[in-house]
């Protein structure tokens, strides 16, 4: 009965809304079908990848909005999605009772002006009131794993701030104006000025041409070359915590654990212990909201105000380099350029053993050359062929992951320059140089 009557709803909130005759549930299903989505058959919880009809129903109901966003092929995040979805009996009970919840699978519709987040995530979320007031955002990764900062636990904790949030508005909203960002290019992801085979992604949305929320990132990128205003730095996005001093509780969201000696917090007086009321004058529900705090600040030098609950309100000053940290799991990460257009997969210890590299040396094999690509064809006519062996880079042994080496090369090296490679091949060492085109 309870869908019956959303479904009811959604069908004329859509149509006030759009004055069109909306999508019917029909194609919903259609559309779980095409993307293979298990996990979105909660239809008495989750209003399926509408986000207008949700905001109406948030409006005449005054309840606030849950909006997950799920990268369905994606495998990362997979088991958390599913608790989230349809595993987890809170979680159910907080989407269908407390919240208007959405199930958001593609970016096409998304309005990118309010929809603002860390868009390499496979999966994320937005707390917002229905006028567009973003009260929370939960989700985060890092080089640890896609599941290392999410949790149930920290999912519920970061629901109950929203709900007294929403029960404090409107007299938190200078707390909140904050965390909605500042106008994209172009609000539809479909009119990115760098996104790359637009006609591609207009069709309809199947698993081979959903935009990922990385493209999002991939087209902020090749914009920014475009303009000439690329830069390495622009890989550094969405700072943890950690990278000013503050470990905090992923499960709690908001508490300190350990202040990191001789760091920005640790000098300025913060203590473990206590939780992070607010940075920069921001309510701060997650380490998310944190992250969206130091996103825009400055990586040579930058301050950030944050009250602790014992401490009271605290000046970091943060000095140059502080942004940097490890990026290679980021998926917006391989459009960056340069380019090799090479699949570089890691040979494991046994492997690196058999060839007499010394104890700690890595690898990479060369299983895939791109040809279809500049950058795969000229790796190609340098002399570079698949099989071969990669043993060293500009003269150093190989010890990243092929994720880590893609990123090194990204912060060292710029299109024009050569990139000289030590290389095995049939037990023969052999000089390369690449000229990286793109």
Request: net charge neutral.
């Amino acid at each position: 009965m309870h869908s019956l009557l959303l479904d009811s709803v959604r069908y004329v909130a859509f149509a006030l809304l759009s004055g069109t005759v909306p999508l019917c549930i029909a194609d919903d299903e259609a559309l779980r079908e095409r993307l293979k989505d298990a996990n979105g058959v909660q239809t008495d919880v989750w209003v399926y990848n509408d986000i207008p009809a949700a905001i109406a129903e948030a409006r005449r109901t005054n309840k606030p909005l849950f909006v997950t966003f799920r990268c369905v092929p994606c495998r990362d995040c997979l088991a958390f999605d599913a608790d989230v979805a349809n595993g987890s009996e809170k979680v159910r009970q907080f989407a269908r009772d407390r919240f208007i919840s959405v199930r958001q699978v593609e970016m096409k519709g998304v309005d990118l002006n309010q929809f603002q987040f860390d868009y390499d995530l496979n999966w994320a979320a937005m707390f917002l009131n229905a006028d567009g007031t973003v009260y929370a955002r939960y989700g985060t990764q890092s080089a640890e794993g896609s599941d290392a900062f999410n949790s149930i636990d920290g999912l519920i904790a970061t629901m109950d701030r929203v709900l007294q949030m929403h029960q404090q508005w409107p007299a938190n909203r200078d707390q909140l104006q904050q965390k909605r960002g500042q106008p994209k290019p172009a609000a539809n992801a479909l009119q990115l000025p760098g996104l790359r085979n637009p006609e591609k992604y207009a069709k309809e949305t199947t698993r081979s041409n959903c935009i990922h929320c990385h493209n999002i990132h991939d087209a902020e990128h090749l914009h920014a070359l475009q303009q000439g205003q690329w830069k390495p730095a622009l890989l550094w996005k969405y700072p943890l915590p950690d990278l000013i001093g503050l470990k905090i509780d992923r499960r709690s969201g908001i508490k300190i654990i350990e202040v990191i000696p001789g760091s920005p917090a640790n000098i300025a007086g913060l203590q473990p212990g206590e939780e992070i009321r607010s940075m920069n004058g921001q309510t701060i529900a997650s380490i998310a909201d944190m992250q969206w705090v130091l996103h825009p600040l400055n990586g040579d030098a930058a301050t950030v105000e944050i009250e602790g609950s014992r401490s009271g309100r605290k000046t970091l000053r943060l000095a140059n380099g502080w942004r940097q940290h490890d990026f290679s799991w980021r998926g917006s990460m391989w459009n960056a350029p340069p380019r090799l257009q090479i699949w570089l997969p890691e040979l494991n210890t046994d492997q690196t053993k058999a060839l007499g590299l010394p104890n700690g040396d890595g690898a990479l094999e060369v299983r895939w050359i791109n040809l279809e690509s500049p950058g795969g064809r000229q790796a190609k006519a340098d002399g570079l062929q698949e099989k071969d062996i990669v043993i060293a880079a500009d003269g150093q042994p190989v010890r990243k992951d092929s994720k880590q080496f893609s990123a090194w090369l990204k912060l060292n090296y710029k299109v024009g320059q050569r990139l000289p490679l030590t290389i095995l091949r049939n037990g023969q060492h052999r000089e390369l140089s690449l000229l990286l085109v793109e």
